[in-house]
């Protein structure tokens, strides 16, 4: 790949960090940040069938099906992203791939990753409502998105990168760094 890559998804279990991390990186690139689910949310509210995030995840699932598709239509549309989603939903059912790659073809998929001690820590002191998990069902959670993302990737000829989140300004340097080397057309090991 040469170029600057046009959509990069950063993905990663509820909790990685993977926010603060893309709104660091947003401020190097040229990039458009886009929080999946706040769209999501903004899609909802347009819609007049939810104003919280609580009240989306109320929803029947047809319909938060439509609005998962309508938001990544709206990225679709855009010329230069920086996604910020899970990219792999647990459930009560099980898993969902919610990296929408029928409509979206990221150049770069970066999985962000952390320990599942600090991740839990960093649920606790959100205030979202997240499916509850130990550092067992995480540490699942994390190795069923590494293995979807890279499926995804083979059928979409993205680059994959797995990027671990210490210090949110060191894991944004080194998306850029990302970013900078496919830009550049470096792929050498």
Known sequence: MKGVPRTVAVVGVPGTGKTTVCRILSGMVRHTYINYGELM?????????????????????????????????????????????????????????????????????????????????????????????????????????RTSMFVCSAVLGSVVSIVENHDPEEAALDILGIIEAAWAGDTTP
């Open 41 to 145: 949310l903004r899609v909802a509210g347009e819609w007049n069938l939810a104003e919280t995030l609580e009240d989306l995840f109320k929803l029947p699932m047809n319909q938060q099906h439509l609005i998962w598709l309508e938001a990544a239509h709206r990225i679709r549309r855009l010329d230069y992203v920086l996604m910020d989603l899970h990219g792999l939903d647990r459930s009560p059912l099980g898993y969902l791939i919610s990296l929408p790659v029928d409509i979206i073809s990221p150049d770069i998929i970066v999985i962000l990753e952390s320990d599942p001690q600090s991740i839990l820590g960093r649920r606790m002191a959100d205030s979202k409502m997240r499916v509850r998990e130990s550092p067992e069902s995480l540490r699942e959670h994390m190795e069923m998105l």
